[in-house]
């Protein structure tokens, strides 16, 4: 069950995210899956967003805490917001030290997964277009 929205506990708005998404993966000619409503995502042989509280995450090779939430107000380094995977890439879309963050990886599993912050400007900009709107309300 997600927590209510209050002010200091909005969550992301996931459809205006998926709507973005399924735009920009047909301008990337790939396609993305994602944790929307609730739903899993698999990459590289492993389930999320259950991995994030069963295995090793890293951020440019430094172990880190992730945890699954809808609001930007939780208790880790990273709070994942929204998981997507393609075929070749997965994309975890996070609260760090309180700003929106996109991480993406093409490792599997093997030995814990390693993110980096994307280089995809529209990712980035879309998803701080997104955080913005609800965290100004």
Known sequence: RLPKPGPTNRPICASRLAAFISSWQQTMGQTYTGTNANASVSFGGVS???????GQ?????QEVSMQWTRS????SEYKVVAVYTGDQYMYL?????GQP???????????????KVTENADLVAEFQKVAAENTDK
């Open 48 to 54: 999320f967003p259950d991995y994030l509280s069963k």
């Open 57 to 61: 995450i890293y951020v440019n090779q």
């Open 72 to 75: 930007e107000k939780a208790d």
């Open 93 to 97: 879309f996070t609260f760090h030290n």
């Open 101 to 115: 963050e996109v991480l993406v990886t093409s490792q599997s599993a093997s030995n814990g997964m390693n993110f």
